[in-house]
């Protein structure tokens, strides 16, 4: 049975950080990429980065870029998501997921099959 469990999720400050991860389990972690995922109240859910096994690839949204860092802990089978400089529209319900590797594609959340039950995350001071 496939499992992903986020934590991490809370509330900061703008311009600080925080740390989510995604605890897997149930599948092969050696073919499936990782994603992480956001959806802010009112708007679509949106790919913001993922990385694929078969290299350690990584991908990132634009909105996310050089502030986000996705790695893989592969002894735990545990994927992290550094965010940094956070901004207020950083805030939104944040999912991982996965699904089979399909390099740049994991950003899109039709590349995915399983999904978490999500992480809060709100940027406010």
Known sequence: QVQLVESGGGLVQPGGSLRLSCATSGFNPDYYAIGWFRQAPGKEREGISC???SDDSTYYARS???RFTIARD???NIVHLQMSSLKPEDTAVYYCATGFDSGSYCLNDYAMNYWGNGT???VSS
């Open 51 to 53: 990385i694929s096994p």
């Open 120 to 122: 809060l995350v709100t």
């Open 74 to 76: 592969v002894s735990k």
């Open 64 to 66: 996310v870029k050089g």
